[in-house]
């Protein structure tokens, strides 16, 4: 009776520990036996043993598929998975799975695979936020099953050929020289239509200044006549304009100083002055000398 309550002979009392956020896959001779939770524990080896451990933190798979886009570009859509093992659900996602990493990535090529292809290339950038959506949507429902629990799907890079990417530019780079093309016609316009308005506005000040300028020598020749007609009895009003006009020839030499020479600018006197110069010129210099005109 004793040695019936006693555990055989070969049987070993063995102490393991669980680290924390982990949990421990027990088996008994082949058969799943328990988990354990993180701590220490006491198992009899070797019929009872640790086959293995899942981390219970929030991991991240990062897959990269090659598609092509509606309008025929091929590009590499970088999916970001994150997923954690659910505790409860341990024993499936140990024993269920052989390789998690395989099976996520296989839902997510299937799922971008058939999205992408049904989208133009500018619109990938646009609605990634609807790629990532369908792919967690897709991995939720099978996951669950399997112990595991998809947080969260992000794409975190779409990236096409080189040749695109440049193409893309040039066109970018095109459009916006035509966008500042246009506003600088614009702007040219503007200055244009402003310089001759300025213009005009100037030209109808000048006019107006050169009209008052003229009324007020009008008024002035008036009351210059008057004056000289009511001091000197018998003067006519042509005799006072003759002498206000010799009084201005006068003032107009002295202005223009001792300097210069007054010479007569009819054709006759033209000729008479070339053949006087030539004469002067032909007596002053040597003989031989050619005439300047």
Do not use: W
């Not at 002055?273 to 005109?293: D, E, H, I, Y």
Request: hydrophobic content about 40%; some cysteine.
């Amino acid at each position: 009776m004793q040695g019936l309550l006693n555990p055989p002979a070969a049987s070993v009392c063995c102490l393991t520990c669980v680290r924390t956020r982990n949990v421990a896959i027990v088996e008994n001779l082949g058969n799943f036996q328990s988990l354990l939770d993180p701590g220490a524990h006491c198992l009899f080896f070797p019929c009872a043993q640790v086959q293995g451990t899942l981390s219970l933190r929030v991991q991240q798979l990062d897959v990269n598929v090659e598609t092509k886009t509606k309008d025929n570009v091929f590009v590499n859509v970088s999916v970001s998975v994150q997923y954690c093992v659910i505790p409860e659900r341990a024993y499936d996602a140990y024993y269920r799975l052989t390789n998690v990493s395989s099976q996520v990535s296989s839902y997510v090529f299937d799922v971008v695979r058939s999205t992408v292809p049904r989208i133009d290339l500018d619109d990938v950038f646009i609605q990634k936020a609807q790629i990532a959506e369908s792919v967690m949507n897709q991995l939720r429902s099978e996951m669950t099953g399997y112990g595991y629990e998809i947080l969260d799907t992000l794409v975190v890079d779409i990236d096409p050929d080189r040749k695109v990417k440049n193409s893309m530019n040039e066109i970018n780079a095109s459009k916006r020289l035509r966008q500042a093309a246009h506003f600088k016609a614009d702007a040219d316009k503007i200055k244009q239509v402003k310089a001759a308005e300025a213009e005009a506005e100037s030209r109808y000040l000048s006019g107006k200044g050169v009209a008052r300028q003229r009324a007020a020598i009008v008024n002035g020749l008036k009351e210059s006549v008057n004056d000289f007609r009511s001091d000197v009895k018998g003067t006519t009003a042509s005799d006072v304009m003759d002498l206000l006009l010799l009084t201005q020839y006068f003032d107009l030499l002295k202005d223009v100083g001792c300097n210069t020479i007054f010479m007569n600018h009819s054709p006759d006197e033209v000729a008479n002055l070339k053949g006087q110069v030539n004469q002067t010129v032909m007596a002053t210099k040597s003989k031989g000398s050619a005439s300047f005109f």
